[in-house]
């Protein structure tokens, strides 16, 4: 579940507990609504984390000195017999 299925699910929490006055029988609304913005609020924190994690800082890539002559003699690049 992505950030926005986490920002639903605290959204859809908040509406059932603050914003709702249904009395359903055999369900608290109050508390599924709760238990709802728990359970995003657990996720936004678990994504945060693992977006985190994935930053990975990539070094300088390396430099290489080619600057030594280059010999074009048929030989030295072993392909002469």
């Known amino acids: 579940m992505g950030l926005g299925g986490c920002i639903i699910?605290?959204?859809a929490g908040a509406i059932l507990t603050f914003a709702?006055?249904?009395d359903m029988q055999g369900a608290n609304l109050d508390l599924v609504?709760?238990?709802l913005m728990i359970v995003g609020l657990i996720g936004v924190a678990t994504f945060s984390?693992?977006?985190r994690?994935?930053?990975v800082v990539v070094p300088p890539a390396?430099?290489?000195d080619d600057t030594?002559?280059?010999r074009r003699d048929g030989y030295?690049?072993?392909y002469g017999v």
């Open 20 to 22: 709702t006055d249904w």
């Open 33 to 35: 609504g709760i238990i």
């Open 62 to 64: 390396q430099v290489v």
């Open 76 to 78: 030295s690049d072993g």
């Open 49 to 51: 984390s693992i977006a």
């Open 9 to 11: 699910l605290i959204a």
């Open 53 to 55: 994690r994935r930053r």
């Open 68 to 70: 030594r002559p280059h």
